[in-house]
């Protein structure tokens, strides 16, 4: 159970895998450069303690960790947190916050409590997620208009007023500069998906900003110089006063770090025919809080967007996560120094669209649509981390999803359903994962699993737009899924419409007789269609085949011996 995903895939790393894995580890850490900075910025600490998180923390959730693909760094969700306990704690708080953060997660990891956060209710997830964006959204107005405001108030209330009075102070060329980058990381994709927006939206405004010696705020006019190595490990001050009121934050940190890394190896265990261990995930996060503060840094957890953008490219075993902070680690001793040039309006940009990416503003609207319950808790939840505090929220969110957790288990009745999720058995008990299986190019196969299945679905058609172009035929498998609700039929009615633009074709396997008829009576069968529908992944492949053009294999016939294995990112 506490055996990193790294020495179970020994066996897999052939000289082409590594190679995909290092290639891959590269991109993703050219990927999360911008972003560790601007997090660090924005959790009101110096820019290179983001850039020492993804290089130390990124290297331990690789390497200790339960899931093949993730990618660990510095977050969005942390943001406020973070920024409230340095205001009021300062950094050497933030360090004692975070290593109780990391020994909160080894212990919940320990105790095998890695499977009961996957039950947490979506709502409450959405709802303080949410919540963060638009508090990430309100934290960086300042910086894109470059308004002369010495200290912007901690209070989402108070940070519009102080907006609102200072609205005279714009400074054109920020706001140039912000717009600039805005629209580059907006649009840049369509031009190409393989390097990111935001750093061309960075090397752009750094060269305009310098070139034309324009009047704007540079991370080094704010923070001085970035370190290029890295710095020796130190402890920080102890102070027993200090370590009890930074219980409820440390935790908080803790339960966001869990959510957030575990909520991310389900999305990748869809998108790659996986299964993680999430128990050894938490162990492993856990490690990494405790490791990275010692360095300078600030709390690390599993990065959704970051992992979507490493299995794309190719990445299927942990040593990618590994390479790409040891590209971090390069780029910080090469060109450490030029990054004291980048002006703060363009991190304020790439803060507002990953804010914008945060604020999941389709499933909020969707969400408004299932049963009251569901609302009252997305609504609570989202009021009273914009409103009050992420600590009360997060703790008001935990205890409505034990009482909702106890009324789901108790309408769907099947003990089977627990038990399954409990067990956090790895792919390898599996003989029906999909890596077994031949699947054609321009094919695309995700598997819905666990309880966190309309998160997964939701994060899942997120991640899909990162890179590369939608494919041909999307599989969508649905053998561990039981039982489906409103919420659930109304994701799926969404991934068709989705589906549909894209000319992506839609193909349901392994459906169960209660969503089947939830599905029937809804509409969503007939708007699929009867023969897109299937009960095993065979039929669904060679459904695939058909579409293609390409001749039918059989049901039990598209299994693969392991040595003749197709390439796993065709899944």
Do not use: C
Not at 87 to 96: A, K, P, S, T, W
Not at 148 to 165: E, L, N, Q, T
Not at 436 to 441: E, G, Q
């Amino acid at each position: 159970m506490f055996k990193p995903k790294l020495f179970s895939v020994l066996s897999e790393l052939t000289p082409q895998q590594i190679s995909r894995d290092v290639t891959s580890g590269i991109l993703v850490g050219i990927v999360a450069l911008p972003l560790a900075i601007a997090f660090a910025i924005a959790s009101g600490v110096s820019p290179e303690k983001g850039l020492i998180t993804a290089v130390i923390g990124g290297f331990l959730i690789s390497f200790l960790g339960g899931s093949r693909v993730q990618i660990g760094g510095p977050t969005g969700a942390f943001i406020v947190i973070l920024y409230g306990i340095v205001e009021q704690y300062g950094v050497n708080g933030l360090m004692i916050a975070t290593i109780m953060a990391g020994v909160i997660l080894m212990l919940m990891g320990f105790a095998q409590f890695g499977s009961l956060i996957k039950f947490i209710p979506y709502p409450v997830v959405v709802g303080f997620t949410s919540g963060i964006a638009v508090i990430i959204l309100s934290s960086q107005i300042s910086d894109f208009l470059g308004l002369a405001i010495d200290k912007v108030p901690a209070g989402f209330i108070d940070k519009w007023v102080a907006y609102g009075s200072h609205l005279s102070t714009i400074n054109p060329e920020s706001f140039l500069v912000g717009m600039l980058s805005l629209l580059i990381i907006l649009f840049w994709p369509k031009v190409s998906k393989k390097i990111p927006g935001s750093i061309i939206a960075i090397v752009a405004a750094t060269a305009l900003v310098h070139y034309f010696k324009l009047d704007v705020a540079t991370i080094e006019s704010r923070f001085g110089e970035i370190p290029s190595t890295l710095p020796a490990p130190s402890l920080p001050v102890l102070d027993f006063a200090t370590i009890r009121q930074l219980i409820m934050p440390a935790t908080t940190i803790a339960l966001l770090g869990a959510i957030e890394a575990l909520l991310s190896a389900v999305v990748s265990d869809g998108m790659i025919g996986s299964r993680h261990k999430s128990n050894m995930e938490l162990v492993a996060q856990g490690v990494a809080n405790i490791i990275s503060p010692l360095f300078g840094g600030i709390p690390v957890t599993g990065a959704i967007a970051r992992t979507a953008t490493n299995v794309k490219n190719g990445g299927r075993t942990p040593v990618a996560g590994m390479v790409h902070a040891l590209t971090l680690l390069l780029i910080m001793m090469l060109f450490g120094k030029w990054a004291k040039l980048i002006p703060m309006p363009a991190l304020a940009a790439i803060l507002i669209v990953v804010a914008w990416n945060m604020s999941e503003h389709h499933v909020f609207r969707q969400l408004l649509k299932s049963p009251k319950s569901d609302v009252v808790v997305l609504l609570t939840t989202f009021g009273l981390t914009v409103v009050f505090d992420l600590t009360v929220a997060i703790e008001i969110g935990m205890l409505l999803s034990v009482f909702l957790f106890m009324q789901h288990m108790a309408s769907i009745a099947n003990v089977n359903i627990i038990t399954s999720e409990l067990k956090d058995r790895e792919e390898e008990d599996d003989p029906n994962t999909i890596r077994t299986r031949s699947v054609p190019d321009g094919v695309e196969v995700f598997e819905i699993s666990g309880a966190m299945f309309f998160g997964a679905a939701s994060k899942f058609k997120d991640a899909m737009h990162i890179v590369e172009k939608a494919p041909k035929i999307r599989i969508i498998r649905m053998r561990n899924v039981l039982s489906i609700d409103a919420t659930g039929l109304n994701m799926l009615r969404e991934l068709h419409a989705d589906s549909k633009k894209t000319a992506t074709h839609l193909i349901l396997s392994g459906v169960h007789a209660q969503p089947l008829f939830a599905m029937q009576q809804y509409g969503i069968y007939d708007e699929i269609g009867e023969n897109n529908v299937f009960g095993h992944i065979d039929d669904a492949l060679d459904r695939a085949r058909e579409l293609l053009g390409l001749p039918k294999i059989g049901k039990g016939k598209n299994f693969i011996p392991s040595v003749q294995r197709e390439n796993p990112e065709r899944t």
